[in-house]
């Protein structure tokens, strides 16, 4: 294990209108790591991440980022070292761009290709992402016309493009039908056995979402956190039943996936 951490982050909170939205949080990841961010809706997951992927600065606390510290870096440049996918970023691409040229837009930490110059080795590097989460054949089609599954996937290949450090990923599976939830969690299930991403952080609602191979899990509610580490001692039973309020039932399979189901009235067991 690395001696400096991937991302380190200290009495982080976040206020809007008055109100503390997340924080205070400590978190550490070491490179190595693989972590499932889990909570219900408004328990700041979303927000947690942008803060990570430096796109959010926090209210109190201390950001350090591949060893960089929030405020004491340009953040531009340590973004080309962070992947980082979210419905909110998929909002903000053109739809009609081709995914190949989406994805190249990583390159430069960019949005789109206006303003920067690329050539054949920037396609080919592109298109070899793409294939890599299956969807080479899209290449050449327009971000508008694909599914919600295939741009979830172009999205991915997009922030894996520059070869980062760290990849975070908020809800790659949100809005997918089964056939095309379980070929994506196979996808994050290979990247996690992976020597890069040095670290990776998947945001779900859902265990069943969470890939074979998750190291760590942290569990949220309120903006607090419930539980963190190892997934065999922060993903239990009581944590979760914690965290999304009622009582909770969790059972780990033997191919590392997980599945969960409510209890009624009965309490639930770690």
């Known amino acids: 294990?690395?001696?400096?951490?991937?991302v380190r982050l200290s009495g982080v909170a976040v206020h809007?209108?008055?109100?503390?939205?997340?924080?205070?949080?400590?978190?550490?990841?070491?490179?190595?790591?693989?972590?499932?961010?889990l909570g219900p809706n408004g328990s700041g997951k979303t927000t947690l991440l942008q803060v990570a992927a430096t796109?959010?600065?926090?209210?109190?606390?201390?950001?350090?980022?591949?060893?960089q510290r929030l405020g004491a870096v340009d953040a531009r440049e340590l973004r080309r070292r962070v992947g980082y996918a979210s419905p909110?970023?998929?909002?903000?691409?053109?739809?009609?761009?081709?995914?190949v040229e989406l994805v190249m837009t990583a390159r430069d930490a960019a949005l789109a290709p206006w303003w920067h110059e690329y050539g054949e080795?920037?396609?080919?590097?592109?298109?070899?992402?793409?294939?890599r989460l299956a969807v080479g054949e899209l290449a050449d089609r327009r971000f508008g016309t694909l599914s919600t599954g295939e741009r979830q996937r172009v999205q991915i290949a997009r922030a894996?493009?520059?070869?980062?450090d760290l990849l975070l990923l908020d809800e790659p599976a949100a809005g997918l039908d089964l056939g095309a939830r379980e070929a994506l969690v196979a996808s994050l299930g290979e990247l996690a056995g992976a020597i890069r991403p040095a670290a990776v952080v998947l945001v779900t609602h859902h265990v069943e979402e969470i890939p074979a191979g998750t190291?760590?899990?942290?569990?949220?509610?309120?903006g607090?956190?419930?539980?963190?580490?190892?997934?065999?001692?922060?993903?239990?039973?009581?944590?979760?039943?914690?965290?999304?309020?009622?009582?909770?039932?969790?059972?780990?399979?033997?191919?590392g996936r997980f599945h969960a189901r409510a209890l009624g009235d009965r309490r639930a067991r770690g």
């Open 55 to 67: 796109v959010l600065w926090p209210s109190a606390g201390s950001v350090e980022v591949l060893g």
């Open 224 to 255: 607090r956190s419930v539980s963190a580490g190892p997934v065999a001692t922060a993903l239990t039973a009581t944590g979760l039943s914690e965290a999304f309020g009622m009582a909770l039932r969790l059972d780990a399979g033997d191919d």
């Open 16 to 37: 809007r209108s008055g109100a503390t939205i997340l924080g205070p949080v400590d978190w550490t990841i070491h490179r190595g790591e693989r972590w499932a961010l």
């Open 160 to 164: 894996l493009l520059p070869d980062p």
């Open 215 to 222: 190291t760590h899990a942290l569990l949220l509610r309120g």
């Open 88 to 99: 909110a970023l998929a909002m903000q691409m053109d739809p009609s761009l081709t995914a």
């Open 1 to 6: 294990m690395s001696p400096d951490p991937i």
């Open 121 to 131: 080795a920037d396609r080919a590097r592109a298109r070899e992402m793409l294939d």
